[in-house]
């Protein structure tokens, strides 16, 4: 199925050649909505996280609905993150269900669109209840074309417990010099911003088994002091989703926030929140 849904769904006034049941047009008059109820919750198990959405479909029109049940449509939600600069357009297989994100995809405030759209051709279109200006014509709809629009939601994500691992994001940068990097602290997510040699060894070290344990006693250990280091000097840092994934962190640790008062307590501290990762690991690999 190949279309253009994300330049259709960002033009919610955009005329089409048949009805489309959305609440800013006429085009059916009796009565018919469409509507997807949305919760989000977070799903942890033992080695992962997850963010779900929970969904039910509400829809009145009879002839969408037919066309759902014969396989000629589809329910799409059309998520996006401003925070992780990430659009996603989620399939809805069942009128209620849930759908399953990483930990750490979509963050922040989503903006979230419901739409049926056509995934096969469909003949002779002329569902019940349209504006009778539509007198007795009847369409060919092509795959790709919207059945039916709902208002667009935001759906804000405000968990407090993340992993902290899927908070951290690695991002090339041409103009540091090659051999160093830098941590960026400033929003929902800690980005590392690394020179081309710093990151082309990042890329090495994270794909063998044997040395990526290292990672956890330089540059994850560095992260992670800095962090630590801003939570100590300003209450404003933990608003950040990393920061309270950390705090969460050092709580289930027995690390006191208030003994991190300096660079030694704060190294010491990252070094016990990473021994799994990093000392514990080496260790187990010589055994």
């Keep these: 199925m190949r279309f253009n849904w994300w330049q259709i769904l960002s033009n919610p006034s955009k005329t089409f050649f048949h009805p489309v049941l959305r609440e800013s047009t006429r085009d059916f ?10 919760k989000p919750r977070l799903h942890q198990d033992k080695n992962d996280e ?32 401003k925070e992780t600069i990430t659009r996603i357009l989620s399939p809805l297989v069942s009128e209620e269900g849930s759908i399953e994100f990483k930990s ?6 989503l ?15 002329c569902p019940v209840g349209v504006n009778a200006e539509y007198g007795d014509l009847k369409f060919n709809v092509s795959p790709g074309s919207i059945l039916a629009i709902g208002e ?9 417990r ?8 690695v991002q090339l940068s041409k103009d540091l010099d090659p051999d ?7 929003s929902d997510f800690i980005t590392i911003l690394m020179g081309e040699s710093i990151h082309a060894l990042w890329d090495i070290m994270r794909s063998d088994s044997a040395v990526k344990p290292y990672l956890a006693l330089s540059i994850y250990k560095d992260t992670f002091v800095e962090a630590l280091s801003l939570i100590h000097k300003t ?27 300096n660079f030694s307590s704060q190294n010491q501290a990252a070094l016990k929140l990473l021994r799994e990762l990093g000392v514990h690991k080496l260790i187990a690999n010589e055994v």
Excluded: H
Excluded at 29 to 38: A, H, K, N, P, Y
């Design 152 to 160: 667009k939601i935001l759906l804000p994500l405000s968990f407090k």
């Design 180 to 186: 160093v990097y830098e941590m960026n602290l400033d």
């Design 235 to 261: 209450e404003d840092a933990e608003e950040f989703n990393w920061a309270q994934a950390l705090i969460a962190r050092c709580e289930s640790n027995d690390i006191k926030l208030e003994d991190l008062s």
């Design 29 to 38: 008059i009796d009565g018919s909505t469409f509507s997807v109820e949305l």
């Design 111 to 125: 903006e979230v669109q419901a739409a049926i759209i056509a995934t096969k051709s469909i003949k002779n279109y």
């Design 50 to 81: 997850y963010l779900c959405i929970d969904y039910k479909i509400e829809l009145t029109s009879p002839g969408i609905r037919a066309q759902l049940a014969d396989g000629s449509a589809t329910v799409f939600l059309d998520l996006y993150s």
């Design 162 to 169: 993340i992993r902290l691992e899927s908070l951290i994001r």
């Design 104 to 109: 750490g995809q979509l963050l922040g405030v």
